[in-house]
Nanobody, 115 residues
Framework: QVQLVESGGGLVQAGGSLRLSCAASGSIARINGMGWYRQAPGKQRELVAFISNGGITTYGDSVKGRFAISRDNAKNTVYLQMNSLKPEDTAVYYC?????????WGQGTQVTVSS
């Protein structure tokens, strides 16, 4: 089993920044992918950003140029730096990890952007 613990959510004004962190523990593999999804009320969960073990990144169209994903393999941690936040970025952000072909989700952290 893999456990994911997220931190860094909160309330911020439009135009501000937040940094999310997600630390993985448990029976983790060296080769893996980690990323972030989000889900706003009444909407489907969507990809925010994903990073492979080798550092290849993928971003959702709505966050390109504003968000940056990175990882520290030694700490089994993935980060999401969110800049120029907009009210439409308000959602629960979920950490996601693919490990040995199986997906794992974090418990989610709320990000609220006020206008």
């Amino acid at each position: 089993q893999v456990q994911l613990v997220e931190s860094g959510g909160g309330l911020v004004q439009a135009g501000g920044s937040l940094r999310l962190s997600c630390a993985a523990s448990g029976s983790i593999a060296r080769i893996n992918g980690m990323g972030w999804y989000r889900q706003a009320p009444g909407k489907q969960r969507e990809l925010v950003a994903f990073i492979s073990n080798g550092g290849i990144t993928t971003y959702g169209d709505s966050v390109k140029g504003r968000f940056a994903i990175s990882r520290d393999n030694a700490k089994n941690t993935v980060y999401l730096q969110m800049n120029s936040l907009k009210p439409e970025d308000t959602a629960v952000y979920y950490c996601y990890r693919v490990d040995r072909g199986q997906g794992y989700w974090g418990q989610g952290t709320q990000v609220t952007v006020s206008s």
